[in-house]
């Protein structure tokens, strides 16, 4: 199950591929933030649309159903969970000193990179996505948020386990402050064969953001491990 979820990932990522008409579902969540405001150079956001298009393998997915009515979270409650969970790099807290990730290839040292959801509610109170990209957390507390190619930049913070984003063009430069929240939501998948399956879909979520974890050989980038 795993790789075929990786699969549709980094076949977004990397192809730019669209899957097959996937439709758009409501979403519970315990959260009432306001709706997010943005300043993207490209005006043209995306509505929900959750479709990708399987180039040449026989599994063809027809739909993807999260069901966010099930879904359950839970708070990162210590500095060290967040920085495991969410951080480009990870170093000692108390001397700044860098320790390697070596969780992909013990060769060589890895980081993380994220595919992010930026969501918000439509008029029929269903949360949609607007805009997915990579985000990087990176170690002098900036951020890196891809958005159609282009690069989007913002600092960030923590304090007593609060993380705060704050960019020109997120919401009128006022910062999202959050906790990081785990988030497991079960996934209903159907194929074209009829076969059918689920699996537990394991995020991140910072206010309006949801962020799958990619582990990967070079800052910035998606590479696997070349050992």
Request: proline residues 4%.
């Amino acid at each position: 199950m795993w790789g075929r979820k990786m699969q549709w990932i980094l076949g977004i990522i990397v192809s730019g591929s669209v899957f097959l008409a996937v439709p758009t579902t409501a979403i519970a969540q315990s959260d009432d933030l306001p709706l997010p405001k943005l300043e993207f150079c490209d005006p043209l956001l995306n509505t929900g649309a959750d479709e990708a298009e399987d180039e040449g393998d026989e599994d063809v997915l027809l739909t993807r159903k999260r069901r966010y009515d099930l879904e359950q979270s839970e708070f990162l409650e210590s500095e060290q969970a967040i920085m495991d969970a969410l951080y480009e790099e990870k170093w000692d807290l108390n001397t700044g000193q860098s320790i390697p990730r070596t969780d992909l290839c013990a060769s060589e040292p890895n980081y993380l990179i994220h595919w992010a959801e930026l969501t918000s509610k439509n008029e029929q109170g269903e949360i949609v996505v607007l805009a997915e990209g990579t985000f990087r957390f990176q170690k002098d507390k900036t951020f890196e948020y891809v958005y159609k190619d282009r690069p989007y930049y913002g600092t960030w913070g923590i304090s007593d386990f609060w993380i705060w984003l704050k960019a020109d063009w997120l919401n009128e430069g006022e910062p999202i402050v959050a906790k990081v929240e785990m988030v497991r939501t079960p996934v209903e998948v159907t194929y074209s064969d009829g076969e059918t399956e689920s699996y537990i879909d394991e995020v991140f979520r910072i206010g309006w953001f949801r962020f799958t974890r990619i582990e990967t050989t070079e800052k910035g980038k998606i590479h696997d491990c070349a050992c």
